[in-house]
Each structure stands twice: as C-alpha cells, then as structure tokens.
C-alpha cells in the first residue's frame, strides 16, 4: 500500500504541475501575442509536434516494456510450478528410504518460496525467505546426489532439480528489472513542457477550455501511473499474485 500510495502522489503532483505549464503556456502566449501579434505562432507548430512525437514515443516505449516485462513475470511463475512439479515427481525415481525426507524438504522449499513473495513489500522478511529458499536448494541438491549415486535415475532426478534452482534466479533477477530512473525522470520532463506548449497553444482563444486542458493533464498523469503500476506488479493495484495460486495448489498436492 506504501507504494500505492507514493505512485499515487507523484501522479497527483503531476497532474497540478501540467495543470500550472497548461496555465503558464497560456500566459506566455498571451503576453507574446500582445508584443508580436503578426508572429507570434511563427515556427511553433514545428517544435510542438516535435515534443508531443517525443512524449508520446516515449509514453508507447515504456508502456509498451512495462507491459512486456509484467507478462513475462507471470509466465515464470508458472514455468517455476512447472519446474519444481516435475522435479517433485522425479523424486519417485529415488530409493524408496530417501523419498520422505527429499518430499518434506520439497513441502519446506515451496513454502520458502511462497513466503517471499507474500513478504513484500518488507525487503528485510523477503531476503531471509529467499536465503532460506537457497539454503533449502542446498539441501535437496545434496540429498538428491546422495540418493542417486550410482542409479540411472541421475539423468532425470538431477536435471530438473538444476532447472527447479535455474529459474529462481531467473524470476529474482526479473523482479528487479526495470527502467533506469532517468528515462522517468524524462518522461515526466517532457509532459510538463508539453503541457507549457499546449498552454501556449491555446492562448488564441479567448476563453479558457477548461475541459480539454484538465483531460489532458489527466491522460498524461494516469498514463504514467498506469506504466509505474505495471512496473512492480507485486505492490500496487495492477499484480501478479492471482498467477501464485499455481504455486498454492501444487504446494496442496504435495501429500
């Protein structure tokens, strides 16, 4: 909710500053439009549709990687489901002695891995969880050696263990992937000057469009809050967590 609320308040600043250049720009024209009434739009149109290209390639960038990158968060955990059903299965293909003791450390890794998650936002809970995850991989990767020593079973016990530990680093490092600062720190640059060349756009009229100039500023504001959520899908409105019950029902399963 911490985030929620700090998304929410960033795009509420954003919005009452578009809404000042949207006014700003307005004034500026005015007074050009008095000082130079034969040229005062002259060249304008070239660098307005420059900025609004800009803003909005760079709206349709980062919507569009944001978007990309939240599907692709889903689709790990299900290939993590994936990979530790088949290496839960794989354990029927241990000794009959060391399948207990390999199916409760399973029982214990998926809860590890099912706390993480649920952890956040509080990174200190989230990064014990994970080192307990780690430590439980230990753990299963040696007893599965152990038991399959010398067996056939090496060839698939092992394998899909090694995919089981391979994709968690792969949804970690995920999880952390995003945008540098900066290309935000533009992307809200560039809506605050075009709201000042909107405004400047408009100071022809002689009356203010108070409709256009506030749905403006409100598209722009809720498009970047939208691409923010989208970004860390585990701590606003938009998530990932509906996904988490394939982990839920394979940790019931697990008898």
């Given at each position: 909710?911490?985030?929620?609320?700090?998304?929410?308040?960033?795009?509420?600043?954003?919005?009452?500053?578009?809404?000042?250049?949207?006014?700003?720009?307005?004034?500026?024209?005015?007074?050009?439009?008095?000082?130079?009434?034969?040229?005062?739009?002259?060249?304008?149109?070239?660098?307005?549709?420059?900025?609004?290209?800009?803003?909005?390639?760079?709206?349709?960038?980062?919507?569009?990687?944001?978007?990309?990158?939240?599907?692709?968060?889903?689709?790990?955990?299900?290939?993590?489901?994936?990979?530790?059903?088949?290496?839960?299965?794989?354990?029927?293909?241990?000794?009959?002695?060391?399948?207990?003791?390999?199916?409760?450390?399973?029982?214990?890794?998926?809860?590890?891995?099912?706390?993480?998650?649920?952890?956040?936002?509080?990174?200190?809970?989230?990064?014990?969880?994970?080192?307990?995850?780690?430590a439980l991989q230990q753990e299963?990767?040696?007893?599965?050696?152990?038991?399959?020593?010398?067996?056939?079973?090496?060839?698939?016990?092992?394998?899909?263990?090694?995919?089981?530990?391979?994709?968690?680093?792969?949804?970690?490092?995920?999880?952390?992937?995003?945008?540098?600062?900066?290309?935000?720190?533009?992307?809200?640059?560039?809506a605050l000057l075009s709201g000042?060349?909107?405004?400047?756009?408009?100071?022809?009229?002689?009356?203010?469009?108070?409709?256009?100039?506030?749905?403006?500023?409100?598209?722009?504001?809720?498009?970047?809050?939208?691409?923010?959520?989208?970004?860390?899908?585990?701590?606003?409105?938009?998530?990932?967590?509906?996904?988490?019950?394939?982990?839920?029902?394979?940790?019931?399963?697990?008898?």
């Amino acid at each position: 909710m911490q985030f929620t609320l700090k998304a929410l308040l960033l795009a509420a600043v954003l919005l009452v500053a578009m809404l000042a250049c949207l006014e700003a720009g307005r004034w500026l024209g005015l007074r050009r439009a008095r000082l130079d009434p034969e040229g005062a739009r002259a060249g304008a149109g070239v660098v307005e549709g420059a900025i609004f290209a800009l803003l909005g390639l760079l709206i349709a960038f980062t919507f569009s990687g944001a978007a990309s990158r939240f599907d692709e968060r889903r689709k790990l955990i299900i290939e993590e489901v994936n990979a530790i059903g088949t290496a839960y299965l794989r354990i029927d293909l241990l000794p009959a002695a060391a399948q207990p003791e390999m199916r409760e450390a399973f029982r214990r890794y998926v809860d590890a891995r099912l706390a993480a998650y649920r952890a956040l936002p509080d990174m200190v809970k989230v990064k014990a969880e994970l080192a307990r995850g780690t430590a439980l991989q230990q753990e299963i990767w040696t007893k599965a050696v152990a038991a399959s020593a010398g067996s056939p079973a090496t060839v698939l016990v092992l394998p899909a263990l090694n995919q089981m530990i391979d994709i968690t680093t792969t949804r970690t490092m995920a999880g952390e992937m995003h945008p540098p600062g900066v290309i935000f720190v533009l992307l809200c640059g560039l809506a605050l000057l075009s709201g000042l060349l909107a405004g400047d756009a408009t100071a022809g009229a002689k009356r203010r469009d108070w409709i256009h100039t506030v749905t403006f500023a409100f598209a722009l504001a809720g498009a970047v809050y939208v691409i923010l959520d989208l970004e860390f899908p585990r701590l606003g409105f938009i998530r990932v967590d509906a996904f988490d019950v394939a982990l839920v029902e394979l940790r019931a399963s697990m008898k």
